[in-house]
Structure formats: C-alpha cells, structure tokens
C-alpha cells in the first residue's frame, strides 16, 4: 500500500456556490449551523489575485458538520473554473497540514509531474495549494492548507460573521461519507489507493431484483444498477460509484458533469422522522430524488438540495431494523469503511 500524497487531516469539504449569502442561509437551514465567518479574500490579502477574489464563508453544526462556501468574484477568480463547469456544488476536500508535510508534499507532486491548480498566500501568511488531482481523482479536489505557520486559518480575519438561529430539518449526527460519481470503479480505486494512501475499499454492487428490492426515481419505479465501493482514511470516508444500466441519481450526474463529488451523507434515522421531515423539507424546496429498498434492512434516499444548499445532494438511510449491517452480513470493520 501506498502512503499517499502528505496532505494532513481532512478538515471539511468545500462547496463552491453561485450567491454566499443564499448559501449560508440554506445550509443553516438544513443543517442547523448557528454562526458563519465570512472573509473576503482579495487585494493585498491574496497576493497574484488582488483584482480575481473569492469569499469563504466557513460554518459547522453542533454536531461538528463543517462546511466552507465559497464564491469565486470574478471569471479568474480561484474556484471559478469549477463554477463554469458545475455550477454550484461540492468541489474538494480541504485538509489541514504542517510546514514539514508540505515540503514532503511538495516533493511527491513534483516526482508525480502533478501541478497544482491555485496556489494562495491569504494575508500574506497563511499558504494553501489546490492539487490538480480532478483527472486522477474523479473530478475531486484536494485543497491543502498549511496550518502551522501565521496561526492557522481561524487566525485570519473576519470580515463578517452571520448567524442563524434555526433547528435543522433533519437529525445530523456527522458527516458519514461524501459520494464520488466514478466512471470506471477499478480505476478510480486504483488512483485513489494510490494517491490518497486508502488501505482497501469494500466494493458492494447494486442492482434492482437482486441486491436491492426497488428504486424509484421522482416517484416512478425504475431500474437501477450500480457498483460502488467504501474506504476511509486520514479522517474522510468515500464512496465511489460507477453507474450501471437503468436509471438513477449517478446516471443522471454523469450524464450532466461526468465524474465527481455526488452526495452528502449526514443522517441515519428512524423512517418516522424521515416521514414526518418530509414537510418541512419540501417547504424549502427539498424533495425525495430517489428512494431505494433494500427490504428488511433500509429504506435509503437521495435529496436534491440543489437549490437550499447550493448544488448538493442529501443521502439519508432509515433502517428497518437496529441490526441492519448484521442482516447484510456486514462485519464491524466493513461498517468503518462505509463510515459509520
Ligand atoms: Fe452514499
């Protein structure tokens, strides 16, 4: 096994969004953040792009989901490539490094041949890279910051701190994992293996009449297949997943993006709250995309929350029984590297 390129700690994911303020509103909403710390990251305090900006806006739920919204200010801006391709959505993963994995860092990109796509000094002291790792990776980001130098990124200034006092619509008990549309499942965990130093991953396939009981999509009844796989390291969970025939939520984000950051995982609950969520949900504009049933072990669903969150997508699993990865034959290592 590899180690992996040095990138620290996963710290959060972050999600590029068309309008911040929209952003922090919807995603306090949904996941009951209390308090945002904008920042404004331009002029002299972003050296080589004082005229190409972006604001960050960074929250997390008491639960300890943190988000990092950012919104790129102009066509150059950092993370504005990602806007004119996606849109809105889940772009990369930030984690948290030391000056000394940084040098090593440095050293592996170089002996890979691998670039990077940005390379800021915020306030002139705080270093961050973006990896360009979405070719390798699936469209995935790797966003490295170095925290042992100028006190770290809480050190930094904040220009504006917004705050909400909403309950969240849906019980959040952590981030679980984060699902990464894939188009070929052996080649992605290969270069994921590779790269991200992940020890193994446990491949599950899906196919409507086998292991999976039904699926609908917007309500109609579909035929669905998928392969995925789960591992984790470093303190992220993935779940890779390559579609198959019929229809579903990876087919129809291939077909739109291609490869990338799919879903968000924070909930696991009884199928009566999920029920009795649905209200609220849809008065936010958040409705089921798809429904999965695996009988006698979950009801599994896909939000779209493109619009309260900003082009993000909702996994929640209701089991149907407290023992569910015991009636699938999972072990507890198995359930690790799902991300429980
Ligand atoms: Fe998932």
């Known amino acids: ?59 997390s739920s008491e639960s300890g989901v943190t988000l990092e919204l950012l919104e790129p200010l102009t066509a150059d801006s950092p993370h504005a490539t990602f806007r004119s391709w996606r849109g809105q959505g889940m772009s990369h993963t930030v984690s948290h490094c030391t000056s000394e994995q940084f040098s090593r860092l440095q050293k592996q990109l170089a002996d890979l041949g691998m670039g990077v796509v940005h390379s800021l000094n915020l306030h002139d002291k705080l270093r961050s890279v973006q990896i ?64 991200l130093g992940l020890p193994e991953f446990l491949p599950l396939d899906l196919a409507v009449g086998e292991s999976l009981s039904s699926v609908q999509l917007r309500g109609e009844s579909v035929d669905h297949a998928a392969r995925v796989a789960f591992s984790r390291a470093n303190g992220f969970c993935f779940e890779l997943m390559e579609p198959g025939a019929g229809k579903g939520a990876y087919q129809e984000f291939q077909s739109n993006y291609g490869e990338g950051m799919q879903h968000y995982f924070p909930t696991i609950c009884e199928q009566s709250v999920f029920d009795r969520s649905l209200a609220g949900l849809s008065k936010e504009g958040v409705e089921v995309l798809l429904e999965g049933v695996i009988d006698g072990v979950m009801n599994y669903y896909y939000l779209d929350a493109d619009n309260l969150l900003g082009g993000m997508t909702i996994e929640v699993i209701c089991p149907h029984d407290a023992d569910w990865m015991g009636v699938m034959g999972m072990t507890q290592e198995q359930g690790y590297l799902i991300g429980l």
């Not at 209390?34 to 806006?57: C, I, V």
């Not at 170095?146 to 200034?157: H, Q, S, Y």
């Not at 904040?158 to 705050?163: A, C, L, S």
């Open 1 to 59: 096994m590899s180690d992996g390129l040095a990138l620290g700690d996963f710290h959060h994911v972050g999600v590029v969004v068309g309008d911040i303020d929209a952003a922090m509103r919807g995603n306090s909403r949904f996941f009951g953040i209390k308090k945002w710390q904008l920042r404004k990251f331009e002029g002299d305090r972003l050296p080589g792009f004082e005229d190409s900006g972006f604001l960050s806006a960074i929250g």
């Open 132 to 195: 360009d790792s979405r070719p390798q990776l699936s469209g995935l980001g790797l966003e490295v910051q170095v925290i042992d130098e100028g006190g770290g990124f809480d050190a930094l200034p904040v220009d504006r701190v917004v705050e909400y006092d909403y309950s969240p619509l849906l019980p959040i008990d952590k981030l679980y994992h984060v699902g990464i549309v894939v188009n070929s499942r052996e080649r992605a965990t290969a270069s994921f293996r590779r790269l």
